[in-house]
């Protein structure tokens, strides 16, 4: 079964700084997918960005960006210039296409927190 | 094209009453999923449907906790006989057919808060 965890309950960050986000996963399968989402104290999810695994390019998406390590199974986000609206619970999650389970499996969560 | 519309955001029941949470998929998006969270927790899966067919109920209590996806109108997730437990986020997230990983982007609701008195 894969698992995501997720160290870091809180971080906390001062606007226009950049933070990273911790991620590590467990699988065995060689083809999936890796997501960070964001939920906002609206509670909506919101997709911020996705990795395809046969990548070796990270991701990308504007101020948000990963650092994507397979042998490691490690999964990090990184916000650059950091904005208030990006306080939010940030969740890290994985699927895997081919298993047997094709269902996303979420980490905890890192609550974090933008500082004026 | 509206979103994933998930309906009531917000429901009150009495324990041992029923609970029905609805969801429908964006247009063209035959796969939906729900999840739940518990306060102060991630999300948790429990049911995978496609229309008229349950995929994966892994994540499914195996009392009181139903879903069905029928061949016209929403996703309907029934909770029987609520407890003080229930009591969370439910989330619904729908993808389109597979095909060039589209299957793997889910699109979330905005979730169905159940509250258990």
């Known amino acids: 079964a894969q698992t995501v965890t997720q160290s870091q309950p809180e971080m906390s960050v001062q606007e226009a700084e950049t933070v990273t986000l911790s991620c590590t996963y467990d699988t065995s399968e060689n083809n999936y997918y890796l997501f960070w989402y964001k939920q906002p104290p609206s509670r909506q999810m919101i997709l911020v960005i996705r990795?395809?695994?046969?990548?070796?390019q990270n991701a990308t998406e504007n101020r948000f960006s990963v650092n994507f390590q397979k042998a490691a199974k490690s999964f990090s986000l990184k916000i650059s210039d950091s904005q208030l609206g990006d306080t939010a619970m940030y969740f890290c999650a994985f699927i895997s296409p081919s298993g047997s389970a094709r269902q996303l499996t979420f980490g905890s969560g890192t609550q974090l927190t933008v500082l004026p | 094209n509206a979103g994933v519309m998930q309906n009531p955001r917000h429901l009150v029941r009495r324990r041992g009453q029923e609970a029905r949470l609805r969801c429908s998929p964006m247009k063209g998006h035959s796969h939906v999923y729900w999840y739940r969270q518990l306060p102060e927790e991630g999300l948790k899966f429990m049911v995978y449907l496609q229309k008229e067919n349950i995929i994966d109920e892994s994540g499914m209590p195996k009392e009181r906790f139903s879903a069905e996806f029928p061949k016209e109108g929403p996703s309907i997730l029934r909770i029987q006989q609520v407890v003080r437990g229930d009591s969370a986020a439910y989330f619904c997230?729908?993808?389109?057919?597979?095909?060039?990983?589209?299957?793997?982007?889910?699109?979330f609701g905005a979730g169905s808060r159940l509250t258990v008195l």
């Open positions: 990795q395809e695994a046969y990548k070796q």
């Open positions: 997230a729908s993808s389109p057919l597979a095909g060039n990983g589209g299957a793997n982007v889910l699109t």
